[in-house]
């Protein structure tokens, strides 16, 4: 079974500019997770998605940040336009749909560096 | 609000050492626990979860709600156990759960 897969591994963009990460979820996982480690702190939530709906998007860290996941399938992050703040790793994580009220087992991608110069 | 707190970055042990990292958590409701691990070049990946109880390549972890800690350990450290740790503490949320991490323990496991 393929597991989670991210677009591109790393991407080196200039302040001002826009990229776009992707994430290809596992097959049949219906929540798909963002998360993002910025150098030296911690991995942090971002969003949420259940099959293409927003459920959580409370960690975005402005408006500059735009997620989508278009037919429920795989999931688009865009950055527009991109600042110094937003270097970092880019975790994408997908997970089955939660059963008898226990924490769903969230399965990682190998993330995206992202370096705004 | 949730935190988590990892008090080490880099443990190092000798091999056959046991070992212990740390981790403490503030949470107002009932919380569930895990641990991530990342080896060299892998991705991040579920190490154990505290409501399964189980043992996972020899690592334990037990949730003590009075200390508010969930510290995992090994009686024998291993040279394969060498990696980056990470505590992390779910929050549900709308069907799904979001994690929130510690900021990780590097473990080096020497000869």
């Known amino acids: 079974e393929a597991g989670v897969t991210q677009f591109p591994s790393h991407s080196v963009i200039e302040k001002g500019q826009t990229v776009t990460l992707r994430c290809d979820p596992i097959s049949g996982h219906d929540n798909l997770y963002w998360y993002r480690r910025v150098m030296g702190k911690e991995i942090k939530f971002l969003l949420h998605f259940v099959k293409e709906s927003k459920q959580d998007e409370s960690g975005m860290p402005n408006n500059r940040f735009l997620a989508e996941r278009t037919g429920g399938t795989y999931s688009t992050l865009k950055v527009q336009p991109a600042e110094l703040e937003d270097s970092g790793v880019y975790f994408c994580?997908?997970?089955?749909?939660?059963?008898?009220?226990?924490?769903?087992?969230?399965?990682f991608g190998p993330g995206t560096r992202l370096t705004v110069l | 609000a949730q935190r988590v707190t990892q008090p080490e970055k880099l443990l190092s042990v000798f091999k056959g050492a046991p070992v212990e990292l740390k981790c403490n958590y503030s949470?107002?409701?009932?919380?569930?626990l895990f641990w991530y691990v990342q080896y060299s070049r892998q991705r991040l990946q579920l190490l154990l979860r505290?409501?399964s109880r189980e043992s996972i390549k020899g690592f334990t972890a037990d949730l003590n709600k009075g200390e508010t800690s969930f510290h995992l350990k090994k009686p024998f450290a291993q040279e394969e156990d060498s990696a980056m740790y990470y505590c992390a503490l779910s929050r549900l949320t709308g069907g799904g759960n979001k994690l929130t991490f510690g900021t990780g323990t590097q473990l080096k496991v020497e000869l």
């Open positions: 994580a997908s997970s089955q749909p939660r059963t008898g009220g226990k924490a769903d087992t969230q399965y």
């Open positions: 949470y107002s409701g009932s919380p569930e």
């Open positions: 505290h409501i």
